[in-house]
């Protein structure tokens, strides 16, 4: 069964830090490249960051340029997102996803919410 799963979602001040994790299970993991996504209240469903399966290309949202970075441990299959100096714009539900490739389809995690608040 494949499948994803988020932690590491939370409460945070501004300025603050949270590292998202995401676990997955049921494929090939070192085959895929691997994306964070998130969607705020009201808002579309937008693309944070984006790692190359073997972390040789890693591309960002034009919002989180600087503050985020994301990594992977192809060992473990686990993609994380590093999030620094958080605003409350950055208050979304975060989901990670594995695109569609060799005759799979996309797959998505069920989402952490990070909440940037005083």
């Known amino acids: 069964q494949v499948q994803l799963v988020e932690s590491g979602g939370g409460l945070v001040q501004p300025g603050g830090s949270l590292r998202l994790s995401c676990a997955a299970s049921?494929?090939?993991?070192?085959?895929?490249?691997m994306s964070w996504y998130r969607q705020a209240p009201g808002k579309e469903r937008e693309l944070v960051a984006a790692?190359?399966?073997?972390?040789?290309?890693?591309n960002y949202g034009d919002s989180v340029k600087g503050r985020f970075t994301i990594s992977r441990d192809n060992a473990k299959n686990t993609v994380s997102l590093q999030m620094n100096s958080l605003t409350p714009e950055d208050t979304a539900v975060y989901y990670c996803?594995?695109?569609?490739?060799?005759?799979?389809?996309?797959?998505w995690g069920q989402g952490t919410l990070v909440t940037v608040s005083s």
């Open positions: 996803k594995r695109p569609a490739r060799y005759n799979n389809p996309e797959v």
């Open positions: 790692i190359a399966n073997l972390s040789q290309v890693r």
């Open positions: 049921g494929f090939t993991f070192s085959m895929y490249p």
